[in-house]
């Protein structure tokens, strides 16, 4: 999995970074195969504004923005965010892979 953090006239201390690492690692749990994940980190004119772009194999990609005044509360909300779609992602592969329930089959009495 390829990891970019980008950041434009915001300064990440390495708290932070590791902060958003370890959220990334975290987000293998839900097993899918996440090939890419951009987070691209910039200041506006009221707070901070960032985005998750997370490239998934033979899946449309995930894009999560989020903008706060508070930087740590941003990146807080996004990961959330991001969380709350990949699991729901992953639910449906689930769903599909165990078919459907005309598929099972009954039993004779």
């Known amino acids: 999995m ?5 950041t434009k006239d915001v300064n990440l ?19 899918l195969d996440i090939t890419t994940v951009n987070v691209n980190i910039g200041s506006e004119k009221k707070g901070v504004s960032i985005e998750f772009d997370i490239h998934i194999a033979h899946a449309q990609p995930v894009v999560i923005n989020q903008n706060d005044d508070n930087l740590d509360t941003a990146i807080d ?7 709350k779609a990949l699991r729901r992602l992953h639910t449906k592969v ?16």
């Not at 201390?13 to 097993?31: L, R, V």
């Not at 909300?77 to 969380?83: E, G, H, M, N, T």
């Not at 689930?94 to 004779?108: A, F, P, R, W």
């Open 2 to 6: 390829n990891v970019q953090i980008r």
């Open 13 to 31: 201390n390495p708290h932070t970074k590791g902060h958003i690492e370890a959220a990334i690692e975290a987000f293998k749990k839900f097993q």
């Open 77 to 83: 909300l996004a990961i959330d965010r991001a969380s």
């Open 94 to 109: 689930i769903e599909k892979q165990t078919g459907s329930v005309k598929d099972l089959e009954t039993l004779d009495a």
